[in-house]
Every structure is written in C-alpha cells, then in structure tokens.
C-alpha cells in the first residue's frame, strides 16, 4: 500500500514549490492528499470532523506558519510525523525585510517566539538554501538536525532550453518578472537604466507588487538613455511565464540589499538557468559553493543593490556578440542541470521522507 501525505492548510496548490513538490511526491509513489482548513487555528477540531485518512506524514507547506500548531496538535494525537517546508521566516520577513517592527521591540519579539514555537513543533523543517538553514538554526533555534535542504528548482517539463531570438534593432531583451519586492531590488534595475550608457537594449519587468509604484515614480522622475527602453508589463500567467522567457536574450534575477536577499535563491533565477538564458543577479552565499566559484556558470553576479555595476554589467552582455549569449545561455542550463535538476531534488525529497516512513528504495536511474 502507498504511503500518503497530508498537505494541511490554507495554501496555494498552484504555487510553483508547492506543485512541484506535490508532483515528486506523486513520482515517489506516495497518495497526496490536501486538507484546506476554513479557519487556520481552529484546523484541527475541523480536521477531526472530516473523514480524513491517517496518512503516513503531515506536510504543511510554503508560507502557511499559520497552520503550523493546529497540523501539529492533529498529528500528535495519531502519532504522524510533521514536516514543515516553511520557505521563508514570519520574523525575518517582517522585522529586517518591510521593516514593519523594529528589532527588539515587543511586537517584534512576540512574533520570533511564536514563530519559534511553531518550527519546535515540527518533526523536520525544510530549507531552501544552506544559507536559510543558519538562520533558521541561529536566529529561530532549531536543531541543525531537523533541517533539511530541498533546492526551489524549476519545473523542467515547462522551462526548458530554447534558441535565443534574433537580435532586433533595439537590441536584445533582459527581462524581469515578479512581485516587485524589497528583496527582487526592482529600483537598482530602473536606476541603472538610467545610468546606462550601452548599446540598444531593451529592459522589461513584468509582475506586480508594493514596489512596481515607486519604479515606475523613478522612471518618470529622470531621463533615459536614448538606447535603452524601459517597459512595465502586468503580471502574466505561470503557464505563460516559459514562452515569455524563449522570447528574451537575459534573465534579470534579484538585487535587493536585504538580510533576506542573501538567504534566497528565487524562482526567477532557477527558471533563467533552466531556460538556457544568462541570469544577472546578486552576490549571495546562498548558492553552492561549486556554482559560485564556477568561472563559466552561466550567472553574472553583481553586488547587491549597484545600479553602476548592474549598467556595467548590461552593458557587456549587450556589445557581445549573440555567439557569447548562446555560450553563456548554454553554461546556465548545464549549471541547472548538474546543481539543480529534478532528479536532484527527487532524491532529496526521498531521503527526507525516508527518516520517518519505509517505501522501496528510489530507482536509481531517476
């Protein structure tokens, strides 16, 4: 018989890490079974309602430390064990990233504790990168041995290499797209397109966010260079993201300043290397060491928030040739495939649920 998987709480199915991981699961031949609670606290008196099966595990995914205690005290009372893959911190997030409560006050304080609380609860927490794992384990006190790396990832059905464009006579395209975050550092991209002194080239930022206002502000405040465009674009369909990706020459990943930023390797840079594209973005120790002293990587790294360095940088890419794009394209989707690829992750996934559930062994060919 299968093992299955409880996913508890109010998440999002569609989101990539969360659908993707709920696939893998699927390929590991585990039954995946989600239990969307109306009221988060109050999740596991409506559980206990519902005809629930006893799974083998309870996952509560991405974002959802709301869901954390109720999953928990449901699990407990039927000896299940509980993962949490939490992706980013509540404390974190809202005290050094919007800056919403200062550090050391109380506020700031009742929300590490119970953020705190809640990861004790956990039988094996998640992390996305080495880096989140320190925090996790020095700023929130869990135990190094309840963590556990899963890589982000891309979907490799969906993003996939394919041949650069032509270089048209505005020049080629770097693209961003996301939620205009502190941490994405939208404005360094907007003011190095001011400071921008290459040949034609085309910015664009597709997406939305608390950010998009004050860049477009920026935008309209000074001059742009004459070659360059700079254009906004509404936020497009997850399903529509991988030909939008075929239809530029570079991927633009992140250059925000943030403690976060540093802990972080977003969506938008796995789905840049899987694509075959050249990603720029930030420095940050939260890549493996491998891919960071790689001298052909196919990322371009710059320091965090410099718009002279992210202009420098574009400026490069966009006098090279079109045969050095395809060179740096094809070292990213190799840097993808040896660091980050599905079967990577797969196994990373198995082992984890090895420790608490015995299934056969994963083919190794997968």
Known sequence: ??????????????????????????????????????????????????????????????????????????????????????????????????????PGSARAERLHRWEAQCFSLADAVVVDTPAHADFFHEALAVPREKLHLIWVGADEARFRATPLPPNPEAGPEALFWGSFLPLHGPETIVAAAQCYQGPPLRLTLIGDGPLLARCQALAHDAPLPPKLTLTF????????????????????????????????IPNKVFQGLASGRPVVTRQAPSYPEPVIQETASGLLWVPAADPNALARCLTELAASAPAHWQRLGEAARTTFLRHFNETTIRRQLAALLAR???????DPTR
């Open 233 to 264: 674009v509404p936020p497009i369909s997850y399903d529509a993201l991988p030909e939008r990706i075929a239809q530029a020459h570079f991927v633009l990943g992140i250059f925000g300043a943030t403690p976060k930023a540093e802990r972080v």
């Open 1 to 102: 018989m299968n093992p299955t998987v409880l996913w508890w709480g109010r998440f999002d199915p569609h989101y990539a890490r969360n659908a993707f991981l709920m696939r893998l699961f699927g390929e590991l031949g585990w039954q995946v079974v989600s239990f969307r609670p109306r009221w988060s606290p109050l999740g596991q008196w409506e559980a206990a309602l519902r005809p629930l099966p006893k799974p083998s595990l309870v996952w509560v995914p991405a974002f959802r430390q709301r869901d954390i205690a109720a999953a928990a005290a449901w699990a407990r009372t039927r000896s299940v064990p509980l993962i949490i893959d939490p992706l980013i911190s509540a404390y974190d997030k809202q005290v050094f990233e919007r800056r919403k409560f200062d």
């Open 356 to 362: 608490f559930v015995e299934i056969a062994p994963l």
